[in-house]
């Protein structure tokens, strides 16, 4: 794809190139970050995530990750894993639909970065554990890096095997490293970890849960002290480690941890986890942004993962691998560094324009008068940009007199299943925005909406394609009065 210089004149450029995307693949494609910017970090960090969808909140609007699946064997068996092939339809990790060899790998990211230019990092997150099955995710990396030396490499591990490797991870430039931390006290990792594998052997119970936590954190000391950008990603797991979850984003970050991402657990019975079959529910939406606003500092606060599968492609909030399988690919690819280019030269224009509108929209909020949170349909971009109907998840906004900040993500089923709205989907709907009172989006019919009114929820669809803090401040105004009014009274 060709992105012209004249596109760059465009206000909704980055937008149209999305949705163009999306048109070429018809509808079946519709639909681990910092808060900080480049004022608030040191400026070879801030160069590290700027452009990183999981490290940065601000650049998952405008740049995609894509994981390969090359490292099926895992060192541990967590409660709520069962790692699944075949399964499309499944968004959560350790879900993949082929596992790929290196070769096929590389095959793939070229295919990938040919026709999705937001990509900016390759991440290699499983299906098993990338740092265990240390060949290929090595192999895969290095041929990558040669063909496409300015992507970004991402790791994402249990930590067990990690110390054996950090050495090589520095040398290969491997900027960002995400370790699984759900525990630092063993005798709740017991009801986490049933056994781990390490040096040549199985180990059950307590030790096998101490020597987990002692290698995440050598881990961790070593990763920080070689200035490797560590993300620490936990899983909330209800009445088992959630109050704890406090205790290990202390410890985490004072070992030097860049960020930490709290998610939440995934449970079903047909996942057939042991969580699953156990009967172990997952936290409410409500309940898992309680404990992230416990846990404060909100740049050092991962509030956006998507919970990705290990062969996710795109947007965060999007996943295009399907697109990618390897029929689907020619059996030689070769790259051209043009689209990414391309889109960067655009998103540098965009970004500015962007972030002179989040800081006006900052100053507008003065007469808000509690906390909110206001859903948001887009199709990324950082904008207002998509039907209510075709929204499969929800961006979540939390405002308050000082500031809007995005406070995560919800799910759906999306309500119009092929022209006509699904009532089901409504009610699914209307349970995962359990607290926001508003939503913006860039169309809705009067049936939902007024099914949302009924619930208490106003749909707005009067700041279409706005940039998304714009379309808040500008909802803030109207509903609390205008922004200045009470800095002047
Ligand atoms: Fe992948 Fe993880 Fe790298 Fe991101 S995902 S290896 S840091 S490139 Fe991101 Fe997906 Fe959340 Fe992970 S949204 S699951 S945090
Ligand atoms: Fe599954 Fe990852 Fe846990 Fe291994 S470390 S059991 S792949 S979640």
């Known amino acids: 794809m060709m992105i012209t210089l004249d596109s760059l004149s465009k206000p909704t450029t980055v937008e149209t190139m999305q949705s163009a995307q999306r048109d070429s693949q018809g509808c079946a494609a519709s639909a681990c970050g910092s808060a900080s910017g480049p004022g608030d970090l040191a400026p070879e960090v801030w160069e590290k995530i700027k452009d990183h969808p999981c490290y940065s909140e601000e650049a998952h609007h405008y740049f995609a990750r894509m994981h390969v699946a090359v490292a099926p064997a895992c060192n ?48 290699i997150a499983g299906p098993g554990d990338a740092v265990f099955d240390w060949q290929k995710t090595r192999a895969t990396f290095d041929m990558v890096a040669r063909e496409i030396p300015d992507i970004k490499l991402c790791l994402s591990t249990n930590g067990l095997a990690l110390p054996d490797h950090i050495d090589e991870i520095v040398a290969m430039n491997i900027d960002h490293v995400t370790i699984t931390i759900n525990m630092v006290d063993p005798a709740i990792g017991s009801l986490i970890y049933p056994w781990i594998y390490h040096q040549g052997r199985r180990w059950t119970g307590l030790d096998a849960s101490r020597i987990l936590h002692e290698r995440q954190m050598e881990s961790l000391e070593l990763l920080a002290a070689r200035k490797v950008l560590v993300k620490v990603n936990s899983v909330m797991i209800p009445d088992v480690n959630d109050r704890h979850l406090l205790e290990v984003s202390r410890v985490v970050k004072a070992k030097g941890a860049f960020l930490h991402n709290v998610m939440p657990l995934i449970s079903d019975p047909a996942h057939g986890t042991h969580f699953g079959l156990t009967g172990q529910r997952g936290p409410r939406p409500m309940e898992l942004k309680a404990l992230q606003d416990e846990l404060g500092d909100g740049t050092r606060l991962m509030r956006h993962c998507r919970q990705c599968r290990a062969d ?40 500015g324009e962007h972030a002179a509108s989040r800081d006006s929209a ?57 022209g006509w709205g699904e009532e089901d989907a409504l009610d699914g709907i209307l349970a995962a925005l359990e607290g926001v009172g508003t939503v913006l989006c860039a169309k809705i019919g009067r049936c939902p909406k007024k099914s949302l009114a009924e619930a208490g929820i106003t749909a707005i669809d009067d700041y279409a394609h706005d940039w998304i803090e714009a379309g808040i401040a500008a909802w803030c105004e109207a509903e609390f009065g205008p922004g200045m009014a009470k800095l002047t009274a």
């Open 362 to 418: 900052a100053g507008r909020l003065a007469a808000v008068d509690r906390e909110v949170l206001v859903a948001v349909a887009t199709t990324g971009g950082g904008r207002i940009n998509q039907h209510f109907g075709h929204a499969k998840e929800f961006q979540i906004y939390q405002v308050t007199p000082s500031g809007i900040t995005m406070a995560g993500h919800r799910k759906v089923e999306n309500y119009c299943q092929g």
């Open 76 to 123: 541990i068996q967590c409660n709520y894993c069962n790692r699944k092939y075949d399964c499309a339809n499944e968004s959560r990790p350790g879900v993949v639909s082929e596992k790929l060899t290196p070769e096929q790998a590389l095959r793939k990211v070229l295919a990938v970065a040919n026709e999705v230019p937001q990509l900016s990092v390759l991440g």
């Open 312 to 351: 996710a492609v795109g947007l965060l909030g999007e996943d295009r691998g399907q697109e990618f399988n390897l029929d689907q690919l020619p059996e030689e690819v070769i790259y051209d560094p043009e689209p990414r280019e391309s889109y960067r030269r655009v998103i540098a224009q965009e970004r």
